[in-house]
């Protein structure tokens, strides 16, 4: 069992950057495949970028050249690095560990891209 905790979500204007940090406990943070996930109301969650235990990234083509996933298994911490921000990006982000197919969420973190 993990427990997960989003941060840094916030308010900023186009073209903008920010970081999303997710912190893990209760477990081995090494063993788990982590992933960021975004959904706005209405619409289905989508995932945006993951990073397996073995660091290979994945991207969602909306996101490639701007997102950047990162993980410190010291700090038991995944990140979500974000520039060039678009209003399109505007969404709640969750952050998503997976054991062996078992899946784990946070509570979710805003994220508003507006002028």
């Known amino acids: 069992q993990v427990q997960l905790v989003e941060s840094g979500g916030g308010l900023v204007q186009p073209g903008g950057s920010l970081r999303l940090s997710c912190a893990a406990h209760?477990?081995?943070?090494?063993?788990?495949?982590m992933a960021w996930y975004r959904q706005v109301p209405g619409k289905q969650r989508e995932l945006v970028a993951d990073?397996?235990?073995?660091?290979?990234?994945h991207y969602a083509n909306s996101v490639k050249g701007r997102f950047t996933i990162s993980r410190d298994n010291a700090k038991n911490a995944v990140y979500l690095q974000m520039n060039s921000l678009q209003p399109a990006d505007t969404a709640v982000y969750y952050c998503?560990?997976?054991?062996?197919?078992?899946?784990?969420w946070g509570q979710g973190t805003q994220v508003t891209v507006s002028s």
């Open positions: 990073i397996t235990r073995g660091d290979s990234t």
């Open positions: 209760g477990s081995i943070f090494s063993l788990y495949d």
């Open positions: 998503n560990a997976d054991y062996s197919g078992r899946l784990f």
